[in-house]
């Protein structure tokens, strides 16, 4: 019965990873309404908030974007850090919330 469920869980998982990909690879073959790269959206969503001490940087890592709360770093995927489709912008835009919820606490 447990195992059912932890290969029903896993088999949903691999499913929405597919469509936001999919998702993702899309959105990528479309420039953003402003012309921002990845790096650009996340570093003025972090000024609007005040948050000056957070560097937003790249890594070589494909889709490995992250917020590492040590060292108050922003990390973006050369994909995300220079892309200035909709894509790079969306997910620049996530990461800034996982700075937020560690700024604010939030569980």
């Given at each position: 019965?447990?195992?059912?469920?932890?290969?029903?869980?896993?088999?949903?998982?691999?499913?929405?990873?597919?469509?936001?990909?999919?998702?993702?690879?899309f959105?990528?073959?479309f420039?953003?309404?402003?012309?921002?790269?990845?790096?650009?959206?996340?570093?003025?969503?972090?000024?609007?908030?005040?948050?000056?001490?957070?560097?937003v940087?790249?890594?070589?890592?494909?889709?490995?974007?992250?917020?590492?709360p040590?060292?108050?770093?922003?990390?973006?995927?050369?994909?995300v850090?220079?892309?200035?489709?909709?894509?790079?912008?969306?997910?620049?835009?996530?990461?800034?919330?996982?700075?937020?919820?560690?700024?604010?606490?939030?569980?």
């Open positions: 019965m447990y195992l059912s469920i932890l290969l029903i869980a896993k088999a949903f998982g691999m499913y929405i990873q597919s469509k936001l990909k999919e998702k993702l690879g959105y990528a073959r420039p953003n309404a402003f012309g921002l790269s990845g790096k650009e959206v996340a570093e003025r969503m972090l000024a609007e908030h005040g948050l000056t001490d957070i560097r940087m790249s890594l070589p890592d494909r889709l490995r974007d992250h917020y590492n040590q060292d108050k770093t922003l990390n973006l995927s050369p994909e850090y220079g892309g200035r489709s909709i894509s790079a912008a969306a997910v620049a835009a996530h990461e800034c919330g996982h700075v937020l919820q560690d700024v604010n606490d939030y569980p």
